[in-house]
C-alpha cells in the first residue's frame, strides 16, 4: 500500500511537470476564478488609466497637433527637453519643487509618527479615540475648501494673522510674501494628512510582540527606552517602505493645492514644475513642451525610487523588491 501511494503521488507530480504555462494558468484560473473576479475592475482601472495614457507620452518628442493626430504629427526629438533645460524657468520650478519637498520629508514624514507613538502611549482609549478622529477630519475636507480656509486664515484679517500679530509680527497677507508661502504649505499639509497617515503606524505598533515590552521592563527600561529600543525598532520596516514611496515623489509636489493657492506676486517661490506644466500644457495649449516636462518629472522620480530601494536594500533588511 505504501509503494502504491508513492507510485501515484510519483506519477502526479510528473503529470504537472509536464503542464504547459497556458496549462498551468488556466489551472490556477479554475482553481481561484472568484479572486481573479474580485481583482478585473483593479486590472482594468489600471490598464486604463495608467498602462493606456503612456501611449500619449510620444507627444513629448513631437510637434503635437490635435488636426493632425499623435502619430502624423512630425517628429521633433529632444527638442522639447531642451527648450525646458535652457529655459529661465527651469531653475526656479526645479528649485521652488525640491524646496518645498525636501522640507516636507524633513518636517512632514516624521509627524504621523510622532503623532502614532503619542496616540499609542495615552492610556485612556476613549480620549485616544477622539484625539484619532479629531486629527482624521481634515483629510477627508475636500482640498477646494482646504485651501479657501487657508486663503481666509491667512489674510490679512484673518484668524492666524491676528493671533501672530500679538507676538510681533505685522498684519499681512501671508500669502501675498514669497518667503512665507512655503512654511503655509508643509504646515497646512502636516495639519490635513498627519492623522491619516499615522493609521498605518498606529497599526504596525500592534503588530509589535508584547513580549519585547516585557523583557524590556525587565531589564529596567522605562517607556522612553522602551520607546527607543522596541518600539521604533519595530517600526522601522514600515517607516522604511514608506520612505522609499515618498521618494518617489519628490519632484511631484501636488500641483492642484500649488494652484489653489499662488498667485504671480509669489511665483518666484511658488511656482513648481507640475504648476509649471498645468501653466504650459492648459492655458498656453503647449501640449507636447509640458508632456516633455512631465516625462522629464517621472523619469526622475522612478530614478530615485530605484536608486532609494537599492540603498536600503543594501543597508537593511526592508525593500519594495
Known sequence: MYKLSNEISMNLGDTSKKLSLPDKVKKDVMR????????????????????????????????????RGILKSPWVGFEHFENFFSGVYFGRTLRNTLTISITQ????????????????ELKNKAFARTVQTITYMPHFISLVVICGMIKQFTSDTGFITQLLSYVGFRKQTMLNN???????????????????????????????DQELYDAAKIDGAGRWKQTLYVTIPG??????????LRTGNILSVGAEKIILLYNPSIYDT?????????RQGLLHSDW?????????????????VVFTNWLSRKTTDTSLW
Do not use: C
Request: charged residues 5%; without cysteine.
Open 32 to 67: 481561484n476564478k472568484e479572486l481573479y473576479l474580485l481583482a478585473i475592475p483593479i486590472i482594468l482601472y489600471y490598464l486604463l488609466f495608467h498602462y493606456w495614457p503612456m501611449y500619449g507620452a510620444i507627444i513629448a518628442f513631437k510637434n503635437f497637433s490635435p488636426a
Open 105 to 120: 520629508l524633513i518636517v512632514g514624514f516624521p509627524a504621523p509618527i510622532i503623532l502614532a507613538l503619542l496616540i499609542n
Open 178 to 208: 514669497p518667503r512665507l508661502f512655503v512654511p503655509i504649505y508643509v504646515i497646512s499639509d502636516i495639519w490635513q494628512h498627519v492623522g491619516w497617515g499615522s493609521i498605518i503606524y498606529l497599526a504596525a505598533l500592534t503588530g509589535i
Open 235 to 244: 517600526l522601522l520596516p514600515t517607516i522604511t517602505i514608506l520612505f522609499i
Open 270 to 278: 511658488s511656482d513648481v514644475i507640475s504648476s509649471y506644466v498645468y
Open 288 to 304: 507636447s513642451y509640458s508632456a516633455a516636462v512631465g516625462l522629464f518629472n517621472s523619469v526622475v522620480n522612478f530614478s530615485l
